[in-house]
């Protein structure tokens, strides 16, 4: 990637080469978004942001109280950028509190469209109770976005599970040389049935089976016979029990399906990303206040992402975002308008390429290794360019030579 000249590369930050595909960026994020986007436009698997929640508090490393107009405004101008930076079937995550969630809320539904709509993700970002308030607010939401709803959801990636879970689902009770199964019901809800649903059912010894109350079969009969002489069917070793369809591990999508709710225990909290923090930088008096824990973006990442996808977070804060993308062999993109950047997200990132074993790295063996490429966005070299480009513009119009 070529980046123009409003791009300052800073070799000091960085560790790798210029054209690293891990990036990097100091400026403020519409400004850099505006001029990245030629270069990435349909490229980015997965946005992730993490914007100024508008709270009203104000933190060691950035302001959280504004006018809410402006704050709408702002966010959303960036959004609607975001937008074209996705793939077809990518996606993006936006985490935001209670008090700006349903504001928040109807604005992106207008930018990419309800039908784009995913889900809301409730996260327990504390597990302690906050007595000094009326409620002790222990969630945040985040909101999920697809590029295109029905790509999306062909895309993404169910939750990974272990082979504990696996041996204790699938079986092989009746020695099936087709390998272990599990059974499923053969019934499903008589709402969404046809007439040719509902049927008796006679097994190989000759029990009889009518549907369940208020169901009928998953297949019509002629369908169910054929199942039944493929030994796909599975009645009970007596031959007598309700039947069950036979599920082969061999063809089976193994994964869990998301859910939408997402507890501290498993995927962090803001107090366990802070001692993360503090862990990594034990001679700093402040770290980051609102730092996000790498578990959550993990489990982000691997349901919207694979291995060798962008990610990009242009409200990188410490830099959550792209340690645990880095971790996840993706490549990123960060922006970060605050000194946080070179102070954190820098020293951050090359304590990751050490080898640094917080976070995630056990979970998913981290050794270290890899590279990245910092730079200034120098809004002002642009204005420049963009003045002298005025200029001359003005001289061939104006200053035409007498011939
Ligand atoms: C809530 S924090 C993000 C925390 C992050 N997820 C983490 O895990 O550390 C929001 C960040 O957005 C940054 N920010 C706010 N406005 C910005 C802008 N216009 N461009 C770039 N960054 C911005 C702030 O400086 C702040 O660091």
Not at 327 to 345: A, D, P, S, Y
Request: hydrophobic content about 30%; charged content about 25%.
């Amino acid at each position: 990637m070529r980046f123009s000249k409003s791009f300052i590369y800073r070799q000091q930050q960085s560790q790798g080469h210029p054209d690293s595909r891990n990036i990097l960026i100091k400026g403020d994020n519409h400004a850099v978004l505006t001029e990245l986007e030629p270069s990435f436009s349909g490229m980015i698997k997965c946005i992730y942001i993490d914007p100024p929640y508008n709270n009203g508090d104000s933190y060691h490393y950035y302001n959280d109280r504004f006018n809410q107009n402006l704050w709408l405004n702002n966010i959303s101008k960036t959004l609607t950028i975001l937008k074209t930076f996705l793939t077809e079937d990518g996606s993006i995550w936006i985490s935001i509190d209670d008090k700006e969630m349903a504001y928040l809320k109807v604005e992106a539904d207008k930018i990419f469209g309800r039908e784009n709509f995913v889900s809301t993700i409730v996260w327990q970002q504390r597990k302690t109770r906050e007595n000094r308030t009326i409620f002790s607010r222990n969630h945040e939401y985040i909101l999920v976005y697809a590029k295109d709803i029905s790509a999306f959801k062909k895309s993404r990636n169910l939750l990974p599970v272990n082979d504990e879970f696996i041996n204790s689902k699938y079986k092989n009770p009746d020695n099936d040389p087709r390998g272990p199964w599990q059974s499923i019901t053969a019934s499903v809800q008589a709402g969404h049935g046809v007439p040719s649903q509902f049927y008796t059912i006679v097994s190989p010894s000759g029990s009889k089976f009518i549907p369940p109350k208020g169901r009928c079969w998953a297949y019509n009969e002629e369908r169910m016979q054929r199942e039944i002489q493929a030994n796909n069917i599975w009645f009970g070793f007596n031959g007598k029990n309700t039947p069950r369809i036979k599920k082969f591990l061999s063809k089976a999508k193994i994964g869990l399906t998301p859910e939408t709710l997402w507890s501290g225990s498993q995927y962090g909290t803001t107090d366990s990303a802070k001692k993360h923090l503090l862990s990594l930088f034990p001679n700093k008096k402040e770290v980051f206040d609102t730092p996000k824990p790498e578990e959550l973006i993990k489990n982000i990442l691997e349901i919207a992402s694979n291995e060798g996808d962008y990610i990009l977070d242009c409200y990188l804060g410490s830099g959550t975002t792209i340690a645990t993308a880095h971790k996840l062999n993706r490549h990123f993109i960060g922006i970060e308008i605050g000194n946080q950047i070179t102070e954190l997200v820098v020293e951050r990132i090359k304590k990751v390429i050490a080898g640094e074993n917080g976070g995630i790295s056990k979970t998913v063996n981290w050794k270290g290794g890899g590279e990245f490429a910092f730079y200034d966005f120098d809004k002002k070299k642009k204005e420049n360019k963009r003045k002298e480009q005025k200029e001359a513009l003005k001289f061939l119009l104006f200053d035409k030579p007498q011939l």
